[in-house]
């Protein structure tokens, strides 16, 4: 029987452990998405705590306190540190099943070397150890990352920021990591949202132009794009809740656009209609940019409404959507490649039987030069556990060129979650492993190089050649 979290875990066969350890161990890490504050590596300051490394902003990890019976106050209430800390370690030996038990304890052993299972009986003595670590300089923002082998870091702000901080970290000659801005434009696509006119103030305070059509908002958003190229941006990212596609004239969606600029009520279908003459103009933007485009496709958001109007959006109350997709990104993909416009471009699910969906669309288009310009993205979100991430995989590999997969990201908040990597790689590893002893797959030097690239290598080209 094997030791939990030793050195193998996760690779079950001799060929798994050899690819690792030779190959994708020491591999850097290039963390194309994720929600981590620039203005923390910026400032560099230590932690108080492992509550306030560890667990502020992990909706995952308040979601599953709430399945486990935790009141509020311990997750995003007015608890003491220790209390929400403790109401944690309560839920963690309840978790075997949940990624999160693995991660959890890999943070514990790859940041501050904690080799034991983290429970009631063992919370006391593990917050005290960790927290003496946390004053130490190996522990801070920085060391964090650099302990990691981050190479690159792709952050997730907002278009109406002015990236200050971005600015700062790339003119310190004494931080060697790239930590580059990724524009999320949500507050001007989704319109009907009771935020619209605030975030519309923004943008002409971050502009410097007045907003008030749909030429002003696209003239807003090209400099906005121009702004954050400067700065090093390399991708966008969009959470779509539905990919629905219609061809819609500009007046059509100025008329839309001043329509709510009165504060008039929309319907469904003026909002699908701006939205998709919105994305597509900035498809176009991006594909001028050299940009990747990122599509995040299926999340029902905000379920709880009492729990919405408590704490807002990303709190921990989203789940798996079940709407179509495949005819709405057809024709937006089309739409951009008609228009030689079409830039890289990652597709992301959270409903697995979407799957063979996007595996089979990123073959509908490419470009000579440009080995998978249209990605079928890791398992996300809900999926990024063993099964998802296997499944993902051989989904990929079954419809499309497993080789030129751009491999796994973080998408998450904490500086502790880079350890992800190192889980993916596991899987993946073990995965090949299985097909070589199963003689699916040849064992020679074809699969040191499909790891390497996997775990680094593609994704590192993908979002630098421009």
């Not at 490394?53 to 997750?75: P, Q, T």
């Not at 002015?162 to 507050?187: C, N, Q």
């Not at 228009?339 to 471009?345: C, G, I, M, Q, R």
């Not at 080995?371 to 079954?398: E, Y």
């Amino acid at each position: 029987m094997k030791r939990f979290l030793d050195n193998d875990f996760l690779l079950n066969t001799d060929t798994a452990q050899k690819l690792y350890n030779d190959i994708a161990k020491d591999l850097p890490i290039h963390d194309f998405h994720c929600h981590l504050d620039p203005q923390e590596i910026l400032e560099n300051k230590s932690f108080k705590n492992m509550t306030q490394v560890w667990l502020a902003g992990d909706h995952y990890k308040w979601r599953a306190m709430r399945l486990n019976g935790v009141s509020e106050k311990f997750i995003t209430g007015d608890s003491s540190d220790w209390g929400k800390f403790e109401a944690w370690a309560d839920t963690v030996p309840n978790l075997i099943g949940n990624p999160l038990y693995h991660w959890t304890h890999m943070e514990l052993k790859t940041f501050f070397h904690v080799d034991k299972l983290l429970s009631p009986e063992t919370a006391r003595e593990i917050w005290e150890e960790c927290n003496e670590k946390l004053q130490q300089p190996e522990f801070k923002p920085r060391k964090f990352v650099e302990r990691s082998n981050v190479q690159f870091i792709g952050t997730t702000d907002d278009p109406t920021s002015m990236l200050e901080y971005h600015k700062l970290l790339k003119e310190d000659e004494s931080f060697k990591v790239t930590i580059a801005p990724t524009f999320r434009p949500d507050g001007a696509l989704f319109l009907e949202k009771t935020t619209f006119h605030d975030w519309l103030e923004k943008l002409e305070k971050s502009s410097g132009q007045s907003v008030q059509t749909i030429d002003d908002l696209l003239n807003a958003m090209q400099q906005r794009v121009n702004y954050f190229d400067k700065i090093g941006c390399r991708a966008s990212d969009h959470g779509l809740s539905q990919m629905v596609f219609t061809d819609v004239a500009k007046e059509e969606a100025g008329r839309i656009f001043i329509k709510r600029y009165s504060n008039e009520k929309l319907t469904n279908e003026e909002i699908v209609n701006y939205q998709s003459f919105l994305l597509f103009e900035l498809g176009k933007m991006y594909a001028e940019k050299k940009w990747v485009m990122q599509l995040h496709i299926g999340a029902t958001r905000n379920n709880n409404t009492k729990m919405f109007n408590r704490l807002g959006a990303d709190a921990g109350f989203d789940s798996i959507g079940d709407s179509s997709m495949a005819e709405g990104l057809s024709r937006f993909l089309d739409a951009l490649d008609q228009e030689n416009a079409l830039p890289k471009t990652v597709l992301y699910n959270l409903n697995p039987r979407d799957n063979y969906v996007l595996a089979t669309m990123t073959g509908n288009f490419y470009e000579a030069g440009i080995p998978a310009k249209v990605q079928f993205g890791s398992a996300w979100w809900f999926n990024d556990h063993i099964d998802g991430m296997v499944q993902q995989l051989k989904d990929l590999g079954n419809l499309g060129l497993l080789s030129h997969f751009i491999g796994m990201l973080t998408d998450s908040r904490s500086l502790l979650s880079f350890v992800r990597h190192d889980y993916f790689r596991r899987i993946l590893c073990n995965l090949i492993g299985e097909w070589v002893e199963e003689g699916k797959a040849p064992n020679d030097r074809l699969l040191e190089k499909m790891v390497r690239n996997i775990g680094y290598e593609n994704a590192e080209r993908y979002f630098t050649n421009r």
